[in-house]
């Protein structure tokens, strides 16, 4: 859905003279282009104006990059230099330099800062220099491209713990965060059950954090804080990549809890993926969730469950199909293979079984949810359809099972959509 920024800094792209004293000024700054990283070696430079965070600065060389894109984000690295460096960005001109941004340490103790929602034409005025009089060889790239956050993600809007999107177990990519937008996740934890969530990401590109919530307590870190201590059932909060939270509910009861995924670094903007395992109701329900499903024109995405017994020979199993648009038609899919299919023949959604596939439409077996957002179907373990014929479910066989539906797209066109997947091991 978003992209994110190519960052190209093998020393194999280094030109291969290094950028002395003939940059002393901002007047003489050195153009640079995206992608292709410079040598430059400030003991030969003289000291300019104080740099702003890097106490005093030291000696400094001045380049310039002129935007191509309307939009975009612009980083300049000096990250992999000898020395302790420190930089900073203007816009304007020699004459009236704007400071946008003045970095010390943003990779160990070298620097790196973001020019956000570029435009195509500006020319960008960067001074490199040390911190506390450091001076030394270095390298500075600058790349260009796409905001990460530019899209919402197909969760949005879930900003507050009000508004949270409620999963179930699965994994969920391609997901996005920013400082001022935190992601909420509603989940179930039945009594005595262990949730674990993970989120994974690269803490170079914005450092992400992950808190477990119960609303009934506190929730959400634009109100408690970030951070341990706020209340939080349970917190993963660290600078480095990927974050967990592990909870086990020893309250009596299922409870419903929002998971939030906050954007520490100040202005930052990551992409992620999240998995979650152990949610869902104490309701006697069986079998797992499995295959993330699109949301469907309700603005949620469609979830499989069943209730009776996983024991093959007491043929009790009756799946439902729930969070669906009202008044549309739909069937139950089965197989004893997962598969991960996105937008079969144009659906707006995702097949989650594969191999031999068995369709439930037989006489009173197709289904429509009426004025509900479900429908269910008590189904017959001897007489499970495969792709000719039928089969009888036997014990220590898994099978999969998934709901299919009619749809319509943004623009009220008609489509197909797919429920989560649900997979049952039976005894």
């Not at 430079?45 to 600065?57: E, I, K, L």
């Not at 984000?73 to 946008?100: H, K, Q, R």
């Not at 329900?285 to 699109?294: L, V, W």
């Not at 623009?411 to 997947?421: E, V």
Request: proline share 3%; aromatic share 8%.
């Amino acid at each position: 859905m978003n992209h994110s920024l190519i960052r190209l800094a093998a020393l194999s792209a280094l030109t291969c003279s290094a950028a002395l004293a003939q940059n002393d000024d901002c007047s003489t700054a050195i153009p640079l282009t995206a992608d292709v990283a410079v040598v430059f070696d400030t003991t030969a430079a003289t000291a300019g104006v104080p740099f702003a965070c890097a106490s005093g600065g030291a000696a400094d060389l001045w380049y310039s990059y002129t935007s191509t894109g309307t939009g975009t984000i612009v980083t300049v690295a000096l990250c992999g230099s000898t020395y302790d460096t420190a930089l900073e960005i203007f816009d304007g001109d020699c004459m009236a330099p704007n400071l946008l941004i003045c970095n010390d340490d943003s990779c160990g103790l070298q620097s790196s800062a973001d020019v956000m929602n570029a435009a195509a034409g500006i020319t960008y005025l960067i001074r490199v220099g040390g911190f506390n009089g450091s001076t030394g060889m270095g390298t500075v790239l600058v790349t260009e491209g796409t905001v990460a956050c530019a899209m919402p993600d197909a969760f949005e809007d879930s900003d507050d713990c009000a508004t949270a999107f409620a999963l179930g177990d699965g994994t969920y990519p391609g997901l996005n965060v920013e400082e001022f937008d935190n992601d909420y996740y509603e989940v179930i934890v039945a009594n005595g059950a262990t949730l674990d969530a993970s989120i994974f990401f690269i803490d170079a590109m914005g450092d992400c954090d992950l808190y477990l919530w119960d609303p009934l307590v506190a929730c959400d870190t634009n109100v408690a804080g970030p951070g341990t201590g706020t209340g939080a059932l349970a917190v993963g909060f660290s600078a480095s990549d990927d974050e967990t939270v592990t909870y086990t509910n020893t309250t009596g009861a299922d409870q419903t809890l929002v998971l939030e995924v906050d954007m520490f670094t100040v202005g930052g903007c990551n992409e992620y993926s999240l998995t979650i395992d152990g949610s869902g109701p104490g309701t006697g329900g069986i079998g797992t969730n499995y295959c993330m499903a699109n949301p469907n024109s309700t603005g949620m995405a469609g979830s499989m469950s069943a209730t009776g017994s996983a024991t093959a020979l007491d043929n009790d199993v009756t799946l439902t199909a729930a969070g669906l648009p009202m008044n549309v038609n739909g069937y139950f899919i089965t197989s004893q293979t997962q598969a991960f299919l996105p937008n079969p023949g144009g659906s707006a959604g995702n097949v989650c079984v594969g191999g031999t596939i068995g369709r439930y439409i037989g006489a009173g077996q197709m289904q429509n949810t009426g004025a509900s957002d479900s429908f269910s179907l008590a189904i017959d373990l001897s007489a499970t359809p495969l792709s000719m014929g039928f089969g009888t479910v036997m014990a220590g066989e898994t099978w999969n099972y998934q709901g299919w539906h009619r749809d319509s797209d943004a623009m009220g066109a008609a489509t197909s959509n797919f429920t989560d997947g649900l997979s049952v091991t039976y005894q």
